[in-house]
């Protein structure tokens, strides 16, 4: 977990000309937090990063809890997410928000938000800092690497008896 606390220790310090950050893709919320759900949202601000998600990962966000708080909503975690950010974001005026949500959404978004919290657009905040490869990361990339080779090495192995 101190590489999670890490991460979003590092979005937190990147947070350039907003005061908080949506994080919706979901490629990202698993990077900055390690939750695999279909469902969640991480709101990142200098006083608080929050999970939100609904009932059905109740159990198993539990270990995420050692990173962050995690709100469990009940319906329209997008629309509950941001009319929250008063709570979520405290003293947030500018959140911003991953270019991957729908305009649609981003309007309707932009309805539920609390007066005085404008949303705007930041993008590749979270990507650029999953650019930079932690130790951790590369072992793990190294491991992978030693196994494919292993298992190319069998197939030559087993295609030179065919």
Known sequence: M???RDRIRRAVEALDGVDALLVTDLLN???????TGSNGIVVLSPA???LTTDFRYQ???GPLREVLDVEILERDIAGMTVGALGE???GAARVGFEGSL??????????????GVELVPVDGL???LRIVKSATEIAATRHASDILEQCYRDLE?????V
């Open 48 to 50: 608080r990063a929050v």
């Open 59 to 61: 159990e198993a966000v």
């Open 126 to 128: 979270v990507e650029r």
């Open 102 to 115: 729908a305009y649609a959404e981003v309007e309707r978004l932009r309805g539920l938000a609390p007066a």
């Open 29 to 35: 919320v698993r990077y900055l937090t390690g939750y």
């Open 2 to 4: 101190p590489e999670r």
């Open 88 to 90: 979520l974001a405290p």
């Open 157 to 161: 192995i087993g295609r030179a008896h």
